[in-house]
């Protein structure tokens, strides 16, 4: 299964240089590991930063604080998962890739998942930093959002199940992108609850009475 | 090449030297200046210094791993909007990263220089920004791995890095400015887009045309080595 829809060059660029805001920057990990080619265009932008880091004044030396071996511990990085937690766990087991369990702290299925009312429910991703805030939406089977506006970007990746929204549908590892121009409506596929992770930098424009009086409860 | 624009404070001279300018810029090589004139040899030679690390734990690989990038992590660092006593902090914890993740490079993928300005990266992102930073993990059962690999010949490692140095002089300033200055200077797209004073789209749709134009001329480039 090929991912048809990537998130933006703009994108991997910053998150590659290490300025996108944190929430935006779990939405693009999550897509990378989905997604191989946008993993070598990741790599790509982290030789952009080793060629820049290489060509720029180098200023002065630092004085030899040259960190001791001996009191470095041989750590865990990028060890996160021991031999037996991989070999238990089936691949696709996991509905949420690994960034998005290192925030949710579970997999979608042990989410404390609280309803927004038409089928639709969220959990919020709490990330520090300010601007663009994280939501994991879980909609209802052939269910619909209420229809929104924007007033900045809205980013969806969808985990599970499919998601239609503007005479496309998007699958797992897909990512929708809408920004203030667009007003829309996406709804879940009829065959199972759709599963995916929303990333807004403003908050939503809901033209309905009652979606618009429960925004300020929901945080969207 | 726009020498005499320097409305950002942006190092172009040196970047011209860097990336391979048409017009030889000798006065910094020639006061012996390290690091404008970094080649393909060196990365291979750096390379070999971190898989020495990883192997036999090579304290005087570490050492010249040291010497050769802690000048430029650190100013990398300074840029990044750090004060010097912050800097060295997180330039210190790079390097105690560079030594336990050593066994995870893998030159085949990534050259030294991309592998450590990715771990100073991540290193400020934490200490400086105090925010974290989001990872994809290999391990991951959810992980979907690379296809096998469809025996293309991949680029080693110096060569990659010469090959996007020289793609890097073919851009336009402009085009340059929204690849420097998120990746050195550590600016955001909106902060960018207030310092050049243009639409935040703008800014965004020319990163990704800079991008583009970038790895066209990469493929290019490919093409011509077969």
Redesign the interface.
Known sequence: MTISHHV???L???Y???????AT??L???H?????PC?A?L?????????????????????E???D?AI????H?????GPAA?LS???????????L???AGCDAAQLPWRTMGGGVRQVALK???SGATARLLSIGAGKRVPEHGHRGAELTLVLAGALYDRDTWYRR?DVDAADSSVVHRPAAGPERDCICLAVTDAPLKFPALIPRLLQPFFGI | MGKSRNVIGF?YR??D???GSDAPVPAAAAQG????Y?RASEAERMAARLQAVAER?D?AA??EL?RHF???????L??GGGDAGRA?DV??QT???V???AK?YDRR??????????I???A??DSI???????????????????APEGERALAAGQ??EA??SA?SALSDEQRDV??L???E????AQIAIRLGLPLGTV??R??LA??R??RS?AAQREGLK
């Open positions: 933006g060059g703009d991997l660029l910053a590659g240089a290490g300025t996108l805001d944190e920057s779990i693009v990990a999550t990378l590991a989905l997604c191989p993993r265009e790599a790509l932008a982290e030789v952009i930063g080793g060629v820049m880091m290489e060509s720029a004044t180098t200023g002065t030396a630092p004085a604080s040259l960190p071996p470095v511990g041989a750590g990085d990028g060890e996160r998962h991989v766990a089936q691949p696709g087991s996991f509905v949420l890739p690994q960034p369990r290192d925030y990330t520090r930093g590892g | 190092p040196r970047l030297e860097a990336f200046e390290p690091g404008t970094v734990g304290r570490f050492t040291f802690a000048p430029r992590v650190r100013a990398y300074l840029r060295d330039l210190q390097f105690e990263a030594w336990r993740k995870l993928r990534a050259n030294p220089a991309a592998w450590i300005f990715a100073a990266r991540n400020r992102i920004r105090r925010e974290r930073r989001p990872e994809f993990d290999p391990q991951d059962p959810a992980f979907r791995p690379d296809p990659r890095a996007v140095r890097l690849l420097w998120p990746f050195y550590g600016e955001t797209y965004k749709s990163a990704r991008f583009q970038l790895r990469l």
